[in-house]
């Protein structure tokens, strides 16, 4: 396996895979999301691996916050925006890797921290961050109330 930065939008590996971990965004929107954070290199990382034949693995993405991130007590602090690995890559070190580069990458960056988060039903996700070493600090449930508008 071999871990690189991913620099460029026309890697035929990055959307395919965005596009399998957050199925609901259109492939607009992640586009313009790929390339925003390419603009942006001190703010975003991307990751990924590749299997010896160049194929992606999975890949990881990342921003330095510097708002408040639940669970922390620092700042800036690396966060993990994504983390994706392929069903047939499971299990082999992949998203241990990716999360080494973040992490190593946060650090270049003055983080302490490296924070993430995952819906409260993905218990898989769950399980593979406690794996990776983060502990879970908080649980919320959002509301929304919708308002009559004013005239």
Same mark, same amino acid.
């Given at each position: 396996m071999k871990l690189e930065?991913?620099?460029s939008i026309a890697d035929a590996d990055w959307l395919p895979?965005?596009?399998? /971990?957050?199925?609901?965004?259109?492939?607009?929107?992640? /586009?313009?999301?790929?390339?925003?954070?390419?603009?942006?290199?001190?703010?975003y990382?991307?990751?990924?691996?590749?299997?010896?034949?160049?194929?992606? /693995?999975?890949?990881?993405e990342a921003s330095i916050r510097t708002d408040y991130v639940n669970g922390t007590e620092s700042s800036p602090v690396g966060y993990l925006e994504g983390l994706f690995v392929k069903a047939e890559a499971r299990g082999q070190g992949v998203a241990k890797l990716l999360v080494g580069?973040?992490?190593?990458?946060?650090a270049a960056h003055g983080c302490v921290e490296l924070a993430s988060d995952t819906q409260p039903e993905n218990l898989v996700s769950q399980s593979v961050h406690q794996r990776l070493g983060f502990a879970e600090t908080e649980r919320a449930v959002f509301y929304s109330k919708p308002l009559k508008p004013q005239n």
């Open positions: 930065p991913l620099c895979m965005r596009l399998e /971990l957050w199925p609901d965004c259109p492939r607009e929107q992640h /586009l313009e999301e790929m390339a925003s954070f390419l603009r942006e290199p001190g703010r990382a991307q990751f990924i691996v590749r299997a010896q034949n160049g194929r992606g /693995l999975g890949f990881a580069a973040v992490s190593e990458w946060a």
